[in-house]
Nanobody, 127 residues
Framework: QVQLVESGGGLVQAGGSLRLSCAASGRTFSSYPMGWFRQAPGKEREFVASINWSGGSTYYADSVKGRVTISRDNAKNTVYLQINSLKFEDTAVYYC????????????????????WGQGTQVTVSS
């Protein structure tokens, strides 16, 4: 079982930056692929970024490519999402997720493939 807790969200002006963190409990975190998703008001949850278990492979949604970096520190059981040049349309609740596939070298962008989810952290970008 893995529990995920996001933090780092907040209110930021357009053009600013945020680093979201997702702290995981459980010994198996370091072997799981991880992902970040977001859900804006009135919209479906959408994929943002994913990373494989080692951090050697990442994948980004086209809408954030070039502005977002996903990374992980397995020693700290934490995955990060750095978002730069924030736009109003980045306003959403951001969720981290873990796929229970030990040592998978793949990255995943489909929410249904993830087994564990955090409660989310709100990011609000003011124009």
């Amino acid at each position: 079982q893995v529990q995920l807790v996001e933090s780092g969200g907040g209110l930021v002006q357009a053009g600013g930056s945020l680093r979201l963190s997702c702290a995981a409990s459980g010994r198996t975190f370091s072997s799981y692929p991880m992902g970040w998703f977001r859900q804006a008001p009135g919209k479906e949850r959408e994929f943002v970024a994913s990373i494989n278990w080692s951090g050697g492979s990442t994948y980004y949604a086209d809408s954030v490519k070039g502005r977002v970096t996903i990374s992980r520190d397995n020693a700290k059981n934490t995955v990060y999402l750095q978002i730069n040049s924030l736009k109003f349309e980045d306003t959403a609740v951001y969720y981290c997720a873990a796929r229970g596939a030990h040592y998978s070298g793949s990255v995943y962008y489909t929410s249904a493939l993830y087994d564990y989810w955090g409660q989310g952290t709100q990011v609000t970008v003011s124009s």
